[in-house]
């Protein structure tokens, strides 16, 4: 591994240590990047019931909540691609951490639906100057085995990070009120903007490029690789399943026979550390089988626990649930590893437009569940959502096949 610039006296300190004690150090900073990234996206999604309630709105509005970030998250990746391939990675990472602090107070404040809605979408600004600028600076910094590993060491991350978003608000709404879950979370943002800007090198290899000229005949150039796009659409599905599940089975869970309170919905929320410890075997099962048979077997994995959701038996739900999240983390290690692999020039770009495929996926699955759901409860959401798991599939048998 490339040896971290001089800049600062963490960096200075790391000067003196042994190579492999400088390697766990920039697996733990990418590990924290990933973590914080994924903190705030998904924590409504324990207190949906509750705020549903609170606020005197449908599970279609609350479930927005939710999709307005991730909408965020989708309009600004390609822009923030070309932002730091003209300014740096690690400003707009820093930047990006301390923007996550305000929002997230603000929405424990917030007394109706609207300011909610803006506060979260003000969140979702601030992760594609993680999320996006983070792949792009990996794929400078590191090569080889070292990249797989720093990149599934990102997702485990990121795995992480969305477990304890949802079990922070859960169990603090269970406590005192779904608000307070949020003033947790703006401290513990702060906390980490603090760590990653004293903590996170230079790039060593970062090249600025102001052209937008250049930039804007780079997108034409990846808007007409087809696989690059195939990549994107596969993208939109795997989070469209993602988000529409995790999003309303916690009103279905809230309901009868389960009638699990804010803290039982947040404990479901473990199957996703299932996922960080499953994560970092994406990649030996991509290298030994391939990028479409990998896929395809998260895919239906993801397919067969939808189905087990449906199953009035706790225990099943939760087989089922941890049957998705493994199987969307296999099609996200795949998906990244994809166009890692495949993109040589533009990659921060590559990356944006595959994230915002990816996010905008996840924000409909957020509109399209939810009024499934509102017409005929869970069932009609879970064949909303295998239907974007059988067009995943087939876009990925059409394009990724001998590639």
């Known amino acids: 591994m490339r040896a971290f610039a001089k800049t600062g006296l963490e960096v200075n300190w790391t ?15 990418v590990w924290i990047l990933g973590f914080f990234s994924f903190l705030n996206v998904y924590a409504m999604q324990a207190v949906l019931p509750l ?30 691609g070309m932002l730091s391939d003209a300014w740096g990675r690690r400003q707009l990472m820093v930047i990006s951490m301390f923007a996550l602090t305000v929002p997230t107070a603000l929405i424990a404040m917030s007394q109706s639906l609207w300011v909610v809605l803006l506060m979260r979408f003000l969140q979702g600004l601030a992760v594609p100057g993680i999320v996006v600028v983070l792949i792009a600076y990996l794929s400078e910094e590191f090569q080889g085995s070292t990249l797989a590993k720093m990149t599934t060491t990102y997702v485990g991350g990121t795995v992480m990070g969305g477990f304890s978003g949802r079990f922070i608000t859960g169990h603090f709404a ?10 947790v979370l703006a401290l513990i943002n ?18 600025a490029n102001r052209n937008i000229a250049g930039a804007m005949a780079m997108l034409a150039q990846h808007l007409r690789n087809k696989r690059l796009l ?21 009103f279905h869970l809230a309901q009868a026979p389960f009638r699990l309170s804010s ?8 199957v996703y550390l299932v996922g960080a410890f499953a994560t970092p075997f994406a990649g030996p099962l991509i290298a030994r089988h391939g990028y479409l048979p990998s896929m395809l077997g998260g895919l239906c994995a993801g397919a067969l626990g ?15 649930l941890v049957l998705c999240s493994c199987g969307v983390f296999v099609c996200q ?13 533009g990659r921060s770009l590559a990356t944006g437009l595959y994230y915002m495929s990816y996010y905008a996926g996840g924000a409909a699955g957020t509109v399209v569940t939810g009024l499934a759901y509102e017409w005929y409860a869970w069932p009609a959401s879970v064949a909303a959502i295998a239907f974007f798991q059988l067009v995943a599939g087939a876009i990925a048998w059409r394009y990724m096949r001998n590639s």
């Open 15 to 29: 000067r003196y240590q042994p190579k492999a004690t400088q390697a766990q150090a920039s697996r733990s900073i």
């Open 230 to 250: 195939a990549i994107c659409a596969v993208g939109f599905c795997v989070l469209f399943t993602m988000v529409g599940t995790f999003t309303y089975i916690n």
């Open 190 to 207: 702060l906390l980490g903007a603090i760590w990653v800007w004293r903590s996170l090198p230079e790039s060593r290899h970062f090249v």
């Open 333 to 345: 290690s795949a998906t990244i590893s994809r166009i890692a692999d495949r993109v040589t020039q």
């Open 174 to 183: 269970d406590w005192l009120s779904w608000r307070s879950g949020f003033w």
């Open 263 to 270: 803290a039982g919905l947040a404990n479901i929320f473990m």
């Open 51 to 80: 705020v549903t309630q609170d606020l005197n709105i449908t599970p279609a509005q609350a479930g927005l909540t939710v999709g307005v970030s991730v909408l965020a998250i989708a309009l600004v990746s390609p822009f923030m």
């Open 306 to 320: 939808l189905a087990l959701t449906l199953i009035p038996h706790l225990l099943v739900v939760l087989v089922g």
